[in-house]
Structure formats: C-alpha cells, structure tokens
C-alpha cells in the first residue's frame, strides 16, 4: 500500500501563486504515474494535472500555461505549482498515483488517493 498527503492549500487573490506538494510513503519512481485532480463545490471531480515515470506531463485545458506539475523521485514528492490562480480555480485538490496510467487526467484509472488540500481563490 502507498499512502499520500497532500499540503500547500491556502487562501490567495485572484493572479496569486501557490504550490502543493504530495509526498507518497515509498518510491513511485520506477512505473508510477501521478496526478493532480480537484473538487469544486456542487460539481465533480476533474483532472487537473498528470505527470508520467519518465516525467512527461499532462493539463486539462483549462490550466495550460498557468499550473506546472513535476516530480521529485528521490524525496518521494510531487508538486503543483499554480500561477495566475483564478476564482474558478477554488477546489478541494487531490493527489493520486497508479502503476502504468493511460489517461492520466481520468480520476478511474488511479489507485491511491490522498485526503485532499483546500485552494481558496478570491476576487
């Protein structure tokens, strides 16, 4: 079993910056991918960000060119970075991981779940 934790949740301004990180209990470096997903209030789980064993990444569309998600293998940890954070942005963010993911933005093909880390975006 792989255990996760998530933290860096805040409160921030609309154009503001914050940068979660989610460190897994054992190396996922070998065949592990990781992902980023959130929950708005009223809506469902969507996949925000996901990141490959040999590091490739993945966005949905609507955090290209703001959000950046790499991997620290030897500390075990992933990151999140968020820049220009946007009110629709406020979500409940979530860390999974799963051996040989093929859509790393589908909630379905993870395994491992942390507890989640709140993101508050005000205008």
């Known amino acids: 079993q792989v255990q996760l934790a998530e933290s860096g949740g805040g409160a921030v301004q609309s154009g503001g910056s914050l940068r979660l990180s989610c460190v897994a209990s054992?190396?996922?470096?070998?065949?592990?991918?990781m992902g980023w997903f959130r929950q708005a209030p009223g809506k469902e789980r969507e996949g925000v960000a996901g990141?490959?064993?040999?590091?490739?990444?993945f966005y949905t569309d609507s955090v290209k060119g703001r959000f950046t998600v790499s991997r620290d293998n030897a500390k075990n940890t992933l990151y999140l970075q968020m820049n220009r954070l946007k009110t629709e942005d406020t979500a409940v963010y979530f860390c999974?991981?799963?051996?040989?993911?093929?859509?790393?933005?589908?909630?379905?093909?993870?395994?491992?779940w942390g507890k989640g880390t709140k993101v508050t975006v005000s205008s």
């Open positions: 054992q190396s996922t470096n070998s065949n592990w991918s």
């Open positions: 999974a991981a799963r051996r040989y993911v093929a859509d790393h933005l589908q909630q379905v093909e993870y395994s491992y």
């Open positions: 990141i490959d064993p040999d590091s490739r990444t």
